[in-house]
């Protein structure tokens, strides 16, 4: 696999950054427990599990962001695919017009 721009791929090692914050996070203190804290903690640990859950989803999320950037900025050319298969080679070119000059369809027509 290349790349057009291969002078991002400094950038790399960034993906990883949340993954090591979600791993930061996750050291704390030293606990103490005393007996009037045990009562809402047992009310707390179906929260703890949903929030971590959360956490584990949204770090997920946040690296999938940080690899598609770096993909859009490095710009792969990727050889085989469909068209090598067909025999062909095809090109394919996405445009968004987004100006004033494109009228705009109403749900109505």
């Given at each position: ?36 804290i ?14 971590r ?48 000059s ?8």
């Amino acid at each position: 696999m290349s790349f057009v721009h291969p002078e991002f791929l400094y950038l790399a090692p960034l993906v990883a950054l949340p993954i090591l914050i979600h791993l930061l996070n996750r050291i704390r203190y030293r606990r103490v427990r005393w007996a009037a804290i045990e009562f809402l903690l047992k009310s707390e640990r179906r929260a703890v599990r949903r929030a971590r859950l959360r956490q584990l989803i949204l770090m997920a999320l946040r690296t999938l962001l940080l690899v598609g950037a770096l993909g859009s900025l490095l710009q792969p050319i990727l050889g085989g695919g469909p068209a090598a298969l067909l025999g062909g080679s095809s090109q394919v070119a996405v445009l968004v017009d987004a100006s004033a000059s494109v009228p705009r369809l109403d749900a109505g027509g």
